[in-house]
């Protein structure tokens, strides 16, 4: 069965190490793609929380039941309109989409990507190794590992030849870091925020 909506971008904010454990207070807007939240009848706007409040659980974003958050709806949170005893399951090409390029999850998987990196002197297995304990508690067989690493080998040798493309991957200059490393091990990541055993419980 595949985790509940919020539980999905706490996952994926907790295992890239961003996920803020405050507890309690008032609501926080996440980022959200633009244009969703409009709302014609008042000067409500959605403004994105800023620091550690960005990054808090699911269950403290706020809502509008007349436009809930964007992607915990894909993921078949209910609305809240009225109440439910058991939410409803689906499996669509748009959950696919959401999860590889949802704002969130990217700056997720720039997150594991640096702390991929982090790991001095370690070779891309060993590092894929590290992101596979982080993600799944478990060790990858060599079927698992070798894709994995021609793919971080493939992403290193085009955005080696893309500098503005390795810089916007990342999301701007990180100090100290190669740009198209960072960029092909946020690729990295993005899969295996991806992978089926990920997303499941």
Known sequence: IRLEAEMLRDQ???VSGLLSRKMFGPSVMPPQPEGVWQVVYSGDQWITSQGEDKY???IYTFWRRTSPYPSMI??????????????????????????????V?????????KRLLAQADATPA?????????????DPNEQETLPLVA????????FTQDPAGATAMCGGVVEGVDSAQLAAWTVVANVLLNLDEMVTK
């Open 56 to 58: 808090r659980r699911g």
């Open 74 to 103: 894909t993921f078949d949170a209910p609305s809240r309109e009225f109440c439910v005893d058991r939410r409803m399951r689906s499996n669509t090409p748009l959950q696919a989409l959401t999860l590889l390029n949802d704002a």
């Open 12 to 14: 994926a904010l907790a």
């Open 151 to 158: 793919l971080y080998e493939s992403e290193l040798s085009h």
């Open 105 to 113: 999850y990217i700056e997720a998987a720039q997150a594991l990507a």
């Open 126 to 138: 060993q590092r894929i190794a590290f992101g596979f304990a982080a993600c799944l508690a478990r």
